[in-house]
């Protein structure tokens, strides 16, 4: 089974996520596709810094617990907290024409640390900004769940 969960359409994107499979062991690593797809008329103009960066990932374990990120918990440990500015930083900028698709995954198990004998919820949202506009759109994924195995 291809990691849980259809398509959660919107108004001219489709945002999907999915897993190679919904059961994993502890010590498996466990990858995370994302895929987005214009369905609209109109192209889309995405802003390409890091994934952690350019999405919010909804991890919550079978409690609801949210599960930060590993830099975020790291940060949380030294009495500080994360800001991101994007300042002074490089983009790749990438046009999506209606019709197209653009993928990535991303490592879950180095960014997150996902204790086994859980079972988590996971959801992603991203902000893309239409071409030759400056209206940010949410865009948020389907949900799937996956199972850590101790």
Partial sequence: M????????????????????GIYMGDE???LH??????????????????????DLDIRNGSS???ISKTEEMAENSGGRLKYKREGTFARLLELKPGEEWSRSLNLSGHFFLTPGDTY???ARRKTERVGGDRLQDFVSNTIHVTVLP
């Fill in 34 to 55: 994302l895929h987005l797809k214009n369905v609209g008329a109109e192209a889309l103009e995405i802003e390409e810094h890091n994934l952690l960066y350019d999405f």
């Fill in 2 to 21: 291809l990691g849980q969960g259809g398509v959660a359409p919107q108004e001219h994107v489709e945002l999907t996520i999915s897993t190679e499979k």
């Fill in 65 to 67: 617990k949210k599960i």
């Fill in 29 to 31: 690593s466990i990858t």
């Fill in 121 to 123: 919820s996971i959801t």
